[in-house]
């Protein structure tokens, strides 16, 4: 069966500093993987997803980037934290002729 | 733009009686629904999903309803119970490309003893 993994579960950082979220999942080959952030009393809001390795794409511009190194890994990053970038940060995989998306635990970020 | 929208932010039902969650949408193109169920700190969990060409699918106590004409979907829970109590999210997408899912801003449900 198809697992998802994130962490750390939570994270608490400067204004100012860098980030790095991790998110690998098993049981599944090539994966559409994304990430989507719940911002405090909103709706997931969708960030960046990915077809295929090295293949990103943008939602919503801001200082967040993303990358997929490997098949089953996505990175989520930033050089440096807003306070805007606190949330919960989710991961989610769906193949491609899987139209339901899965989501991971989630990463609660705060930021200070 | 928000192309999902739930318009009612809480709901509260007595256990055993039924929930109705309500869920519209904007966008003609969409063909494919969802229905997630989240707790507070945790990623929300699939419940139940419905294609464009069905107006209703089952799953045990959950049952979605899709209204094409109106660009309505609803989740409906019956007998409802108190671990039901959650935040209920429906999303929608376009069967092409990368399925990217749009969601609506969630319904509180509580379900009383």
């Known amino acids: 069966s198809q697992t998802i993994h994130q962490w750390p579960a939570t994270l608490v950082q400067p204004v100012g500093s860098p980030l790095s979220l991790e998110c690998t999942v098993e049981?599944?080959?090539?994966?559409?993987l994304y990430w989507y952030r719940q911002a405090a009393g909103r709706g997931l809001q969708l960030l960046f997803y990915s077809v295929g390795i090295g293949q990103i794409s943008s939602e919503v511009p801001q200082n967040l980037s993303a990358s997929r190194p490997q098949d089953r890994q996505f990175i989520l990053s930033s050089k440096k934290l807003l306070l805007s970038d606190s949330g919960f940060y989710l991961c989610?995989?769906?193949?491609?002729?899987?139209?339901?998306?899965?989501f991971g635990p989630g990463t609660r970020l705060t930021v200070l | 733009d928000q192309q999902v929208k739930q318009n009612s932010p809480s709901l509260s039902v007595q256990e055993g009686r039924i929930s109705i969650l309500n869920c519209d949408y904007t966008?003609?193109?969409?063909?494919?629904f969802l229905w997630y169920k989240k707790y507070p700190a945790e990623g929300p969990t699939f419940l139940i999903s419905i294609s464009s060409i069905k107006d209703k699918n089952e799953d045990g106590r959950f049952t979605v309803f899709l209204n094409k004409s109106a660009k309505h979907l609803s989740l409906h829970i019956v007998p409802s119970q108190p671990g039901d109590s959650a935040v209920y999210f429906c999303a929608a997408s376009v069967q092409t490309g990368a399925n990217n899912l749009f969601f609506g801003t969630g319904t509180r449900l509580t379900v009383i003893p």
């Open positions: 049981g599944t080959s090539n994966p559409n």
């Open positions: 989610a995989w769906g193949g491609g002729v899987v139209d339901t998306q899965y």
């Open positions: 966008n003609s193109m969409f063909d494919y």
